[in-house]
């Protein structure tokens, strides 16, 4: 059992592409343009490789195979 604060992370975490993603594939109620301003800004998270970041945050470079597969398969799906 742990007491205080976190361990080897921090107590805020910025907003992830991968739910952000998810949320964009299932949400109907959300508009075309809306989707795609939502998709530039996500293509502002990659790192020199091109790869997509977790997170809305370029202090915090990380990269996760889920990530990367829901922000390209919410490409995919908005484009079509």
């Known amino acids: 059992d742990h007491k205080g604060g976190p361990v080897m992370t921090s107590e805020v975490f910025p907003s992830d592409l ?12 959300v508009d075309y343009e ?3 301003s939502v998709m530039d800004e996500m293509l502002a998270y990659v790192n020199k490789d ?3 970041q977790t997170y809305f945050d370029s202090s915090r470079p990380r990269t996760g195979q889920s990530s990367i597969a829901s922000s390209v398969n919410t490409a995919l799906l908005i484009s079509f």
């Open 18 to 29: 991968d739910m952000t993603s998810i949320g964009l594939t299932v949400s109907n109620h």
């Open 50 to 52: 091109g790869i997509i």
């Open 34 to 36: 809306t989707k795609m």
